[in-house]
């Protein structure tokens, strides 16, 4: 049972490299399902063993047990190997719930921050336009969500590449790209492993927008010539991951320069071939580690659950 819940806590080491092999051999859309569904899975597999595992510990503790009717501790691995494992799980645990508390409460900070520009900003439909000198473009949810760009942004691009880039924006607006990007960011708060899978998300979110906009325009080069001067006239006011425009504005809040511009403009410019097989193989073994952290979980709490049912004086599975 200790041994299933142990190896739960393992899988996510697996993801960062599976990702970066998986995510370009997929479609963006797909690869944005398969990586959030992939994170998910892992991060709450992570979370329900080292919950596993604090409960393996506390009922060894002939007090705790009394408080959970059970007739004796349980005894389900010596106390060499439960002890650290609960000592660890409620180190872990407390990391997992400041790091979530903490992320939640910014990114809402951040998001009553943004709203409140917004609502000052002029407006041409679901366009909301800053005036400030800083170039800075990203979609803002809400109801009703809106495409939120500077006059900095608007001055740096011209005519076609601002409607390539409010297309990208729209883009991400119509796919509810917000609900992804935070499920990434909390699977990342949870164990250090799936910071490079929320990266990945992050990327695939991008690439889905690039798509629907080069769509849109009806023009690749287009679109990839918006982005690459967006991100420059961006690079040009010094604004770089966790800068202050960046700050302005929730983490969940996609924005057009997001993730690596040159990956993303090399995807415009050469699209990559087709490949069904290695795409199937990739979605197969994404989906594949997910289903496995959910079963070897699921059967180590179920394992720790006949083992309650014995140490309270029941038959296993009886009432």
């Keep these: 049972m200790i041994t299933g819940l142990l190896a739960s806590l393992l899988l996510p080491f697996a993801a960062p490299p599976l990702a970066r092999w998986a995510a370009p051999r997929l479609r963006p859309p797909v690869a ?3 990586l959030t569904v992939t994170a998910c899975a892992l991060a709450a597999g992570w979370l329900a063993a080292l919950g596993g595992l604090l409960l393996t510990g506390a009922l060894g503790v002939s007090a705790l047990a009394r408080l959970g ?7 389900v691995a010596p106390p060499a190997l439960a002890d650290p494992a609960a000592a660890l799980a409620v180190g872990a645990l407390s990391l997992c719930a ?3 508390t903490r992320s939640v409460l910014r990114q809402l900070r951040h998001y009553r921050r943004a709203r409140e520009q917004v609502r000052g900003a002029a407006e041409a439909g679901d366009l909301s336009i800053l005036d400030r000198p800083d170039p800075d473009a990203y979609a803002l949810p809400g109801n009703p969500g809106r495409v939120v760009v500077t006059s900095g942004m608007l001055r740096a691009l011209d005519g076609p590449e601002r409607e390539a880039l409010l297309a990208h924006e729209r883009a991400h607006l119509s796919g509810r790209h917000h609900w992804f990007l935070a499920a990434a960011d909390l699977a990342a708060r949870c164990h250090p492993a799936l910071r ?13 927008a690039d798509e629907a906009a080069a769509a849109a325009t009806g023009d690749r080069r287009l679109t990839a010539r918006a982005i690459g001067r967006a991100a420059l006239a961006g690079q040009g006011h010094g604004h770089g991951r966790g800068g202050a425009a960046v700050g302005a504005r929730p983490a969940f809040a996609a924005r057009a320069v997001g993730g690596p511009v040159p990956q993303r403009v090399r995807a415009l410019l050469h699209p990559p071939a087709a490949r069904p097989l290695a795409a199937a193989a990739a979605a197969c073994l994404l989906m594949a580690l997910a289903a496995g952290t959910t079963v070897t979980t699921g059967v180590g709490l179920d394992l720790l659950h006949r083992d309650v049912e014995v140490a309270q004086g029941e038959a296993p599975g009886g009432h």
Excluded: K, S, T
């Excluded at 009717?69 to 005894?75: G, M, V």
């Design 32 to 34: 944005l399902w398969a």
């Design 69 to 75: 009717h059970l007739i004796h501790p349980l005894d």
């Design 98 to 100: 400041y790091g979530i």
């Design 196 to 208: 490079a899978v929320r990266d990945a998300i992050a990327l695939a979110a991008e690439r889905v």
